[in-house]
């Protein structure tokens, strides 16, 4: 079982920018798959962007363009480089790996 942390989230108005981090308790390196996720009360918890091991990557429509995902297998560590942030954006934002480990989440708040 793996253990994530994430960490990085916080006030921001809008236009503004956030970058999350994610570290892993363990080697990423053999983890294929890691992704961010997000979730809003009454709402089901969404995929936002995705990275593979070689480094690959995939967003939901909504922030192309304004998220980047990334790792770093020395540091066992996936961020999530957020620029133009939405009130559309404020979440729970959540990493995983495609074992179904999950971290506890950090709140984003963009607001004026």
């Known amino acids: 079982q793996v253990q994530l942390v994430e960490s990085g989230g916080g006030l921001v108005q809008p236009g503004g920018s956030l970058r999350l981090s994610c570290a892993a308790s363990v080697s990423i390196f053999s983890i294929y798959v890691m992704g961010w996720y997000r979730q809003t009360p009454g709402k089901q918890r969404e995929l936002v962007a995705l990275?593979?091991?070689?480094?690959?990557?995939s967003y939901t429509d909504s922030v192309k363009g304004r998220f980047t995902i990334s790792r770093d297998n020395a540091k066992n560590t996936v961020d999530l480089q957020m620029n133009s942030l939405k009130p559309e954006d404020t979440a729970v934002y959540y990493c995983?790996?495609?074992?179904?480990?999950w971290g506890q989440g950090t709140q984003v708040t963009v607001s004026s």
């Open positions: 990275i593979t091991g070689g480094g690959s990557t």
């Open positions: 995983a790996t495609d074992g179904g480990d």
